[in-house]
C-alpha cells in the first residue's frame, strides 16, 4: 500500500497555512504540559489521500487482512487536499492517536482559532487528528476562482 503522504506542500495553500498556524499555536501551548506522557510536538500526519489510497485503506479488515479504519472508499476532503490528520507525537518520534484529552483539547481549539472544521468535534463519529476547510471557505475559495481543484488534476468539488 502506498504510505501516508504528510508533506504539507501537497495541500491546498490556503489551507495548509491554517494548518501549520494551528499546530504552531498548540505546540506553543502544549509544550511543557505534558511531559508526563513523554510529548513532544503536534504534527501533520497525513495530508492529501490519493483514490488508490483510500481504497487500499476501505480493504483493509474486509478484504485484506487487519483492522477496519475507514468507512468509506472515497477520500473525500482528502482527496481535494483541504483536510489533514494530526497525531502527536513522544520524544522517540512515535505518532499517537490516543491519549490526554487535555492535550486534543488544545488541539481543537487552536484549529477552531483558524476557522477550521474540527473532526474531534463532530458528535457523530468524531475523529480526533482529523481537521478540514470549513464550508464558507471552500465557497469563498471557489467564487474566487480558485484552480486547485484543477492543479490536483480532480474534476468534481466537495460542494
Ligand atoms: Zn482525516
Not at 485503506?57 to 483492522?67: H, I, M
Amino acid at each position: 500500500m502506498e504510505i501516508q503522504d504528510g508533506n504539507i506542500l501537497h495541500l491546498l495553500p490556503e489551507f495548509a497555512a491554517m494548518v501549520e498556524t494551528a499546530l504552531r499555536e498548540a505546540n506553543r501551548e502544549c509544550t511543557g504540559k505534558f511531559d508526563n506522557i513523554g510529548f513532544k510536538e503536534l504534527k501533520l500526519f497525513e495530508g492529501y489521500r490519493s483514490q488508490a489510497r483510500q481504497e487500499a485503506l476501505y480493504d483493509q479488515g474486509r478484504t485484506e487482512a487487519g483492522n477496519i479504519v475507514t468507512n468509506t472508499p472515497i477520500p473525500g476532503y482528502h482527496g481535494f487536499g483541504i483536510a489533514a490528520d494530526c497525531v502527536w507525537y513522544d520524544r522517540l518520534n512515535i505518532p499517537h492517536w490516543d491519549g490526554d484529552a487535555g492535550l486534543w483539547e488544545i488541539y481543537f481549539h487552536c484549529a477552531a482559532l483558524q476557522g477550521l472544521d474540527v473532526g474531534g468535534r463532530w458528535h457523530s463519529f468524531p475523529d480526533s487528528p482529523h481537521v478540514q476547510a470549513n464550508h464558507l471557505v471552500i465557497k469563498d475559495w471557489r467564487r474566487k476562482g480558485h484552480d486547485y481543484l484543477k492543479e490536483l488534476g480532480l474534476s468534481t468539488p466537495p460542494l
